[in-house]
């Protein structure tokens, strides 16, 4: 039996990979890297939801549900902005 695991992904990944290049123009500062990071930061705050389709998880969710993903995703990034940011300030001083 053959078995394909390349559809199972995060929910959150796109949603934040997304949210992280139209955030980029906000902070022109900051390099590839660090938005890599930004985005690494912000996965590691939000729930693991895996999935096979983005629709499947969409389809059961509640308007509230939904809102609440927004808002934690939100959240999420704001924070790691601010990490990331940081950390690059506190290497600067010392290097």
Do not use: W
Not at 18 to 29: F, G, L, M, N
Not at 64 to 83: N, P, T, V, Y
């Amino acid at each position: 039996m053959v078995i394909n695991f390349e559809q199972v992904h995060n929910y959150f990944e796109r949603l934040v990979f997304e949210a992280v290049v139209r955030a980029s123009e906000a902070h022109p500062d900051f390099t590839p890297d660090m938005l890599s990071d930004v985005a690494c930061v912000a996965l590691n705050r939000l729930p693991a939801r895996y999935v096979r389709h983005d629709v499947d998880m969409m389809f059961y969710l509640t308007e509230h549900e939904r809102h609440a993903i927004e808002h934690s995703m939100q959240e999420a990034l704001i924070f790691a902005f601010a990490f990331v940011a940081e950390r690059a300030a506190k290497r600067s001083a010392l290097g």
